[in-house]
């Protein structure tokens, strides 16, 4: 062999090592992507279920609020979680979105007074958020006051039941039309009372309620104590006995995809409610206001032993005779009614006050100011025949052309 030609090797070596390298980097590439990057991002998720699982919590609370204290609220979700950007690896999507649906909730109240057997029918929601991502995270789910973590193949809840709470009945109702809505942004909902002047207080004998439910095994688990019984897809609460039962709406017209209306059933107690159209509590000396027409009710406790019924500070807002006055009845357990009908000439004089058909003629044509703006109308209550135990109801307040009233009932 001539000198020179021999072969030189060496290069062709460090060429295959090269290769031989990158295969292996490539390789535990492709093994972190295919194992390390769904971890990395199941972290992520985790970490973010922990953040909408507050968030729920929060909804709850603020859903409470709306019910007892009748004032809107507006809660914020985080409904999904973008990935963070990953030298090298790539991510499957950008990130992980949330959806929140509502389902239907049947809940039917039936309750016995003096005058027979009377029913409201509701449908509530159940609220769902379920996050679509790497994953094993549970739904989170709102039914009834209680949140639920739905496994799919288990359902658990670490909250107490409060449907019944002191031997007293609280059913919240969620006014929410059916939807389904997804997103990977911070959503705000809000949450508006039910109107005040739809509610119906009554007193009653007895009340049963019945309850839809999707998740059964939970509310078996829960101690609900005497006439509590689930069974078929139903919650029964039976043989309620108390002083008073408060519906509140059952009107869903107002809901959208981010607003809904919230309500309480309220059985055995007796009303909470801060509104000046539905109060409960002696009314003192600054009475139970009422503004503007159609109040529905307001419940004030007292009997034919009262010192003073007086409507008071009569506020008009038009002239006009044709249109001004001011019709109401109060109604005891018994079902005794006393109406009163107090008849406007003008924003200044009475032309009549009759209770039942029975004109009262002190105050036929009489003028307001001189009367201090209020027409006692004691005596004729105390004559009415309502009677002790001591709740009334006011069940309807019609002010045709009124602007303000004030009771007064002690």
């Known amino acids: 062999m001539k000198p020179g030609l021999t072969k030189d090797e060496s290069a062709v070596s460090e060429v295959i090592g090269a290769l031989l390298i990158f295969g292996i980097i490539v390789g535990l590439i492709g093994i972190m992507q295919s194992s390390q990057v769904p971890t990395w991002n199941a972290a992520v998720e985790q970490k973010h279920f922990d953040m909408v699982s507050s968030d729920f919590v929060k909804l709850r609370a603020d859903i409470e609020d709306v019910e007892k204290l009748e004032i809107p609220k507006s809660t914020d979700l985080r409904m999904g979680v973008k990935y963070p950007e990953r030298f090298i690896f790539r991510n499957p999507g950008s990130g992980a979105s949330g959806t929140i649906t509502t389902y239907p909730l049947n809940v039917n109240v039936s309750y016995s007074t003096i005058s027979g057997l009377k029913w409201k029918n509701y449908t509530s929601a159940g609220i769902v958020y379920e996050m679509h991502g790497t994953s094993r995270s549970p739904k989170l789910v709102y039914e009834h006051g209680l949140i639920i973590k739905d ?6 809840t670490e909250n107490e039941p409060s449907l019944i709470t002191g031997g007293e009945v609280f059913i919240p109702i969620v006014l929410w039309d059916d939807y389904s809505f997804s997103s990977m942004d911070i959503e705000t909902f809000n949450m508006l009372p039910v109107p005040a002047s739809d509610d119906i207080s009554t007193r009653f004998l007895c009340t049963n309620a019945t309850l839809d439910t999707m998740y059964p095994d939970v509310w078996n688990e829960s101690s609900g104590g005497s006439g509590f019984n689930v069974s078929n897809g139903k919650i029964e609460i039976t043989g309620i006995t108390g002083d008073m039962l408060r519906l509140p709406s059952n009107d869903t ?10 309500g309480m059933i309220t059985v055995g107690g007796t009303s909470t409610s801060t509104s000046s159209t539905s109060t409960r509590g002696p009314t003192g000396p600054d009475g139970v206001d009422a503004w503007g027409e159609d109040h529905g009710h307001l419940d004030i406790p007292a009997s034919s032993e009262v010192t003073a019924f007086i409507v008071r500070d009569i506020t008009l807002t038009t ?29 200044n004089t009475i032309e009549f006050v009759k209770v039942g058909t029975t004109q009262i003629p002190r105050y036929t044509d009489a003028d307001l100011h001189s009367l201090g703006y209020q027409i006692d109308l004691t005596p004729e209550y105390v004559a009415s025949g309502i009677i002790t135990p001591n709740v009334l109801t006011i069940t309807k307040t019609k002010g045709k052309g009124l602007l303000y009233v004030n009771f007064v009932i002690k």
């Open 151 to 156: 496994y799919g193949d288990a359902n658990v």
């Open 253 to 262: 017209s107002g809901s959208s995809q981010k607003q809904c209306y919230v």
């Open 319 to 347: 002239p006009d005779p044709t249109v001004e006055h001011l019709k109401f009845e109060v109604t005891d357990i018994t079902g005794t009614v006393w109406e009163v009908w107090i008849k406007f000439k003008d924003s």
